[in-house]
Every structure is written in structure tokens, then in C-alpha cells.
């Protein structure tokens, strides 16, 4: 593990770049602010290395840029309709960061954090975060652990542990953006995701509680798919056509850890698996994207795409979902591995 600086804050806070590296040459560069990958690189079929996970170049940009790359998002990834939840008789409001809704942990959440760090074993390192009871409205004192281990396979794995001091609810991901080509967009990539149903939304992309059937839309990934091909597909679908593209939850197929998705790039003939213990896969294919990114590179739209592994969107309004509700004293303990490799 080797770490340089990469600035401070306005409150003097140090924040670091730390770089994995296997005897293969792949390198996963990680900073403690928002406990994010900051970078990916990773050889194609001939032997090239590019990096393959958007960022920017300095943590100023990570502090007032939207988008979230790269980050640990928590306490809960993705939204809670109309910034409350109820647990045990109890409401607790949240703040509003999506119209009416909570996103991604409110305000100021784990993204915009300074983590403690310490390496752990030959090739890894753990992010740690107490969060105060109370914290953008969620209850208890919850310490969180977020270990990254990078394997001599190309294996990225992703191990989410938290301890909180009272019933509380959790959801943890992280929300990388990839192009396996390492520059463009991503509508030359394939992908597939295992997986016969998404959970239909609203326009503000809070769940109604009904699944839909894929067959037929932009959706159905069962077999790997031309990103660009799913994303002209328009009149199929409303949620897509309002989304201009993905921004579903998936609802996995199996339990434990599982293959959920394979993404790759035909040009190059990099590939990424993705294994997950998790109930849902939320894609999203980076249509909000703008701007300059790491080195000068244009993060226009479809410039990398997210696959967000986690529990349900507003699964804390419904009770037919997986629950996320974290009793005090009880450990919440998930995995999720990116496996790269060029074929």
C-alpha cells in the first residue's frame, strides 16, 4: 500500500491517495474522503493499462462537484420517499435532497466524509467512519468499516461492516462510474445483469412496490446487451424514456454471493464481473454526466455507467422488500467483489 497527499481541506484535513497494486500491474487508487476509488487500472487483451473509474484530479473537485464518483454512500444509498421513515412507531425526517425525497444519505453523508485508514493484510486497506447518533436524522451511533482488497486475479472486493448503537436502518454502496475502454462512452460496452425484474418507480424514481416483467423493454439484460442499442429503444418504456436511459433497481435473482452483472468492452476485451450478496442492482448509465474529469477527460453523458449494489430503493416503506433495518448491537456484514480481466 503506498499513500501520497492530495491537499486539504478548509478545516486542515488531510486527505490521501492510497494505491493498490497486483504482481499483474493492475492499480486501485483509493482516497479517505468519501472512503472512494478514485481510480482503476487494468490491462486489455494486449497487455494496455487505462484507467477504467472515472474521477477528478483533486479533492477540491471531489468536495463541490456533484455526481458522487468513486464514493462510499451511506447511511442509505439511494432514495427514501419523502425524506422520512418510520421504525418501531417512531418517524424520523430526513433531509430533503431530491425534490421531496432523501438521496444518498442527505446533506452531508458518508461522500463527504474524512475517514480513518489502516492497512489491512499484503494488499488492502479499511476506511472507518463513526457516525453520531442522530446524523442527517438516522438513529444511533453507527461505526462503519469499508475494507477494499485488491486479489492477484484482478478481484476488487468490497466488504461493508457497521455497529450501531441502536435499531437503525442501513444501506451501503459504492458508486463508481466505469468505461472499460477508459475514454468515450460507454454504448459500445456490453452488458448483462441476472436479473427477470425491476422495481417500477415513479417519475421521482421512488418504487411503487410492483415489479416489472424486462421482457420486451430497454431493460431486459438476460443476455448481454449493446448499451447504445438499449438506450435508442424509446416508446417501450416510460421509466426509460423519462430517465433518457437507466436508473433502475434490479431485482437479483439467487442470495449469498453471486454473479449479478457482467460488463465489457468488445474493443479492448476488458470485462468486469460483479459478485454481490445483495438483494438489487441499481443501474445507472450516467446520463447526468458533464464536464472535465480526471486528465481533461469529458464526462459527458453515457461517459461511464454505475452498478450500485444494494438493498431496495425506499425498501424502508416497503414491507413486502428485504429488510434494512440494523437492530442495535447487530453487525451488518455485505460483500460486494469487481472482478476485472480482458478476454
Known sequence: MKTRHFGRDAKG???VLITLEN????????????ARLVGIECRDRRGALKDVCLGFDSLEEY?????????????????????????????????????RNALHGGKEGFDKKFWDYEQIGDN????RYVSPDMEEGFPGELDTRVTFTLGEGGELDIRYQAVGTKDTVINLTNHAYFNLAGEGTVHDHLLQVNAARVLAATPDLIPTGDFLDVAGTPYDLRAPRRIGDCLTMRGA???FDDAKGFDIDYALEGHGLREAAVLSDPASGRRMRVRTDQPGLQVYSGQGLSGKGKNGAELSPYAGIALETQHHPDSVHLPGLPTTVLLAGKEFDSRTVY???AV
Open 13 to 15: 484535513r488531510e486527505a
Open 237 to 239: 418504456n416510460r421509466m
Open 124 to 127: 488492502g486497506v479499511r476506511f
Open 63 to 99: 468536495e463541490t462537484r456533484g455526481g458522487y464518483l468513486g464514493a462510499t454512500i451511506g447511511r442509505w444509498s439511494n432514495r427514501i420517499g419523502g425524506a422520512s421513515f418510520e421504525l418501531a412507531g417512531k418517524t424520523y425526517p430526513l433531509y430533503a435532497n431530491d425534490g
Open 23 to 34: 504482481s499483474g500491474g493492475m492499480k486501485v487508487t483509493l482516497t479517505n474522503f468519501g
Open 339 to 341: 472482478v476485472f480481466d
